[in-house]
Each structure stands twice: as structure tokens, then as C-alpha cells.
């Protein structure tokens, strides 16, 4: 089975790659994020069905390339929604914060946006398990991301170790521009309703996976 996975946004830039393919017999995985949704306050996680309203240019592009994907090959592509992707290599959220520890006594956390953080071995795992069944049922928009939900300040401490820095997280994202509610939906957990009705194994829990990551990333991370 040859299975091309795709991040790109906007309309124009995920047609390259499908319509390489559109004639190889391929099947195509596009990625995009949680920021095509709206980010209002809500009781319970976004089903798969949930209406996408970006608040964001970025936001916006990503959502074009949702509806580019499977409009130039019906039958033979998936588009996973995924959100807050760290990893053993590379910048993340989780990276920055097991480096400030060894540098901050205090580290400001926003403690108003919510998400499901998910290593990158795992989102790997999820869309592979895909991969096989685009063309006969795996089509839409399934979520990637970890079960449970989380603040930034919470996730925060979950990564810093036992004799890290206490964090002060910030009461609203407003404080910190980067961070603010024109910039990031404030909820984005997203449901696994899809997957379920595939049959597939219910996604692991966050804490659990990081757990499992955490000593990865400290080795890997500068001195």
C-alpha cells in the first residue's frame, strides 16, 4: 500500500501532492489542527461532526485544505485532526519546559486554554492504523489526540521534575500575547467518536504517554 501523509495548508498547497498521486493508486493522510475550530467555551470535547468556525487566518488555510483533500480524492483519503504534538526530537511546549526548569525558578503558564497534549509516536500509531482501511471505511475528519484533557499550566507541571520550579500560571491567556484568545481556541479537546465506530483501540491516555516520553526528551535535551 503506498500512503502519502501531508501536512500543508491552504486550498492550493495540499492539491500538489494529491494530485501527484491521483494516479499512483496512493492513499493520502492530510493532517490538520484543532485550530480550525472556534475554541468556545464548551462542556464536553468537539465531535468529529462539530461545525469548524477558525477565528484565524491560520485557522482558516488549514480548514481549506480539509476540503481540497478528499474533494480531489474521494474514497481514497483521510484528513486526522491532531493538537498540542510534542516529541522525543525537535521544539515542543513539553522540550521548552524540561529546559526552563534548569534555568527559572518561576515559569508563568497559561491555565485558561484546554487541549489533549500527544506524543508524536502515538499520533504515528493512530494514523497508521488508518492508512489500511481509507477506501472502505476510514474517510472524514477522525481525531488524533490523546484521551483526557489538560491546561498548558497543568501539562506544565506534569513535565517538570520533582525538584523543578513551582509554576504561577496566568489567570487569562490575554497576558501573555503569544498565548492570546485571537492567537489559540481556549477549548479544543476533541472527541474520539469516529474511531470508536471503526473498531479501533481507544486512544491512550495523555498523562500515561508522557510519562513514557519524558525521560526520552531529557536525554535528548541540551545540557
Not at 482501511?133 to 475528519?141: H, K, L, P, T, W
Not at 490575554?174 to 486512544?203: I, T
Request: charged share 25%.
Amino acid at each position: 500500500m503506498n500512503l502519502l501523509v501531508t501536512g500543508t495548508a491552504g486550498f492550493i498547497g495540499p492539491r500538489l501532492p494529491t494530485r501527484a498521486t491521483a494516479g499512483l493508486g496512493a492513499r493520502v493522510v492530510h493532517l490538520s489542527p484543532d485550530h480550525v475550530l472556534s475554541g468556545e467555551a464548551r462542556a464536553t470535547a468537539h465531535p468529529e461532526d462539530h461545525r469548524p468556525v477558525p477565528r484565524t487566518a491560520y485557522g482558516r488555510t488549514e480548514l481549506a485544505g480539509e476540503h481540497a483533500v478528499p474533494r480531489k480524492l474521494p474514497g481514497a483519503s483521510v484528513v486526522p485532526r491532531t493538537a498540542w504534538l510534542y516529541g522525543v526530537h525537535g521544539r515542543s511546549f513539553v522540550r521548552t519546559t524540561t529546559e526552563l526548569e534548569a534555568r527559572r525558578d518561576t515559569v508563568d503558564v497559561v491555565d485558561d486554554q484546554r487541549g489533549q497534549p500527544i506524543w508524536s509516536a502515538d499520533a504515528a500509531e493512530r494514523i497508521a492504523g488508518l492508512g489500511p482501511r481509507i477506501g472502505r471505511d476510514a474517510s472524514g475528519v477522525p481525531h488524533a489526540t490523546s484521551s483526557g484533557e489538560t491546561t498548558w499550566y497543568d501539562w506544565s507541571a506534569r513535565c517538570s521534575s520533582a525538584s523543578g520550579p513551582a509554576r504561577t500560571g496566568c489567570t487569562r491567556s490575554a497576558a501573555r500575547p503569544s498565548s492570546g484568545p485571537r492567537l489559540r481556541p481556549a477549548y479544543r479537546a476533541l472527541a474520539h467518536g469516529r474511531r470508536q465506530s471503526l473498531g479501533l483501540p481507544p486512544p491512550r491516555e495523555g498523562r500515561s504517554a508522557l510519562h513514557e516520553a519524558l525521560p526520552r526528551i531529557r536525554k535528548e535535551s541540551p545540557a
